[in-house]
């Protein structure tokens, strides 16, 4: 079971749902509270979509006839409730990266590229104003969210500051090929002045992580808890 630290709020359509069970089972929010020993403020915040403790998210879920995770917030609204912790940036994006420079001897250029072919090769740049560690997260255009910092293209994930880019020198790979379906994709960068807590950021020598609803969470319990971080976002095309 999860630990009560932990913290999960419910999605839109998830709260209609449980809306419904309590009127079905002729409930009030009050005589829930007291049916299962809990503080009203804990009943009114499920209710309202305020994070709760997970274990008891998933006992009034379960005492509702509900499956949790049916109820609990999606990672698509796990994604943009962190797009609304930051601000979009020109100071992070793509670099193109032409054949004849695809070793590490290379300059960037000034301007991040927006839209880039399937078949591309690009490196991943962020512009420090403040030294810190760096965890960044891409959402994919099938939806997938990976964790690239940490990770084995970027081993060192405390960065002073000025430009840094992924892959960092001395990785496996000197760029990233750009790969997959048209559509658009997006880069997260989360700033913070010591290393995140999170049992499963990836270590140096490990493949970018495919992140799921709960890493999504812990990272947003994590921030939330703690309080001294810097969100950056920007967004690109892929095309054809």
Known sequence: MAGTGRSIAASATGIQQARQALTR?????????????????????????????????????????????????????????????????????LVLVEEQTLGWGWTTSSIYEKSVRIGSYIRVEV??????????????????????????????????????CLPQEGSEITCFPIEGTPGQEEI????????????????????????????????LDYMNQHGQYEVLYTEYMITE
Not at 37 to 57: D, E, K, Q
Not at 74 to 79: A, F, G, R
Not at 197 to 213: G, N, T
Request: charged share 15%; hydrophobic share 40%; glycine share 6%.
């Open 127 to 164: 512009n420090f104003e403040n030294s810190g560690y760096l965890l960044l997260l891409q959402r994919d255009t099938s939806g997938n969210i990976w964790c690239f910092c940490p990770s084995c293209f970027a081993p060192q994930p405390h960065l002073n500051t000025g430009k840094t």
């Open 188 to 219: 997260l960068a989360v700033i913070t002045q010591i290393m995140p807590s999170l049992d499963w950021l990836p270590q140096a020598s490990d493949e970018p992580l495919q992140l799921k609803e709960i890493h999504l969470r812990e990272l």
């Open 25 to 93: 089972q002729k409930f009030t929010q009050k005589s829930l509270a007291l049916e299962l020993g809990m503080a009203v403020s804990t009943i009114h915040n499920f209710f309202h979509r305020t994070p709760i403790y997970r274990t008891n998210f998933e006992e009034i879920c379960t005492f509702l006839g509900l499956n949790w995770q049916d109820i609990a917030t999606s990672i698509d609204q796990l994604w943009e409730q962190l797009q609304t912790m930051g601000t979009v940036t020109e100071k992070m994006g």
